[in-house]
């Protein structure tokens, strides 16, 4: 075999091996970024949110199995955020209009679950729903009573959360969609809360 061929079979492999790797990295060329397999995958086999127990904005404990038998649409966020969770606090208060209706007949609930469980107290929590301008209907700011419970939500949802360096963290910044019967069903981006509330009035109206 002459040098100039054994490099053309050199690079031929080396390129069958990244294409190999690339359809497995990649779900089939289907998803090209970890966030957008995470969606695929939850879109295609729909995920059990675990019933942990939580404490809310305004003191009392409930467990997250207790709003099975509605939609939910649950963002994950820290109350020092800076940048993506005041953009979702944002969001949610536009849906207290769109989806008014739904949230006050308990169809529907908004929950902002806070992963920073030390510093966001129910007093975090209440002034990060007043910075948003909530209007009080259908929306829930609440953290998991312990470690363990956001560990398990953590791993339900498929997040990433990673502190930063500087006191905060890098993290999903999503909408996600739980069906009333527990399943994470859909994921979307943390400024379409038109197409997330679209997705909750078309299944209320089926």
């Known amino acids: ?16 091996a990244g294409s190999a790797a690339l359809l497995a990295g990649t779900d089939g060329l289907r998803a ?9 995958a939850v879109r295609e086999r729909p995920v059990q949110i675990p019933a942990v127990a ?18 939910l649409l649950v963002t994950f966020i820290y109350t020092r955020c800076p ?8 969001q949610f208060a ?12 308990r169809e529907a609930t908004l929950l ?11 007093a975090e929590l209440a ?16 953290r998991t009573v312990d470690q363990q419970g956001l560990d398990r939500l953590e791993r339900a949802f ?11 963290w890098v993290h999903n910044d999503a909408i996600h969609l739980v069906d009333p019967g527990g399943r994470l069903v859909a994921i979307f981006d943390a400024d379409d809360g038109e197409r997330a509330a679209q997705a909750v009035l078309a299944e209320l109206q089926q």
């Open 1 to 16: 075999m002459t040098p100039l061929l054994r490099t053309l079979c050199a690079s031929a492999a080396i390129a069958l």
């Open 127 to 142: 002034a990060y729903l007043q910075r948003s301008r909530s209007r009080g209907a259908g929306w829930i700011a609440a």
């Open 94 to 105: 536009q849906l207290q209009d769109r989806l008014a209706v739904p949230l006050a007949q």
């Open 83 to 90: 940048s993506y969770c005041r953009a979702l606090g944002a």
């Open 158 to 168: 498929g997040l990433t959360v990673i502190p930063d360096g500087a006191g905060g």
């Open 54 to 71: 939580l404490e809310t904005d305004s003191g009392a404990r409930i467990d997250l199995g207790a709003l099975r038998g509605r939609w």
């Open 112 to 122: 902002s679950i806070s992963f920073d469980v030390e510093h966001d107290t129910p």
């Open 32 to 40: 090209f970024t970890t966030e957008a397999a995470r969606r695929l």
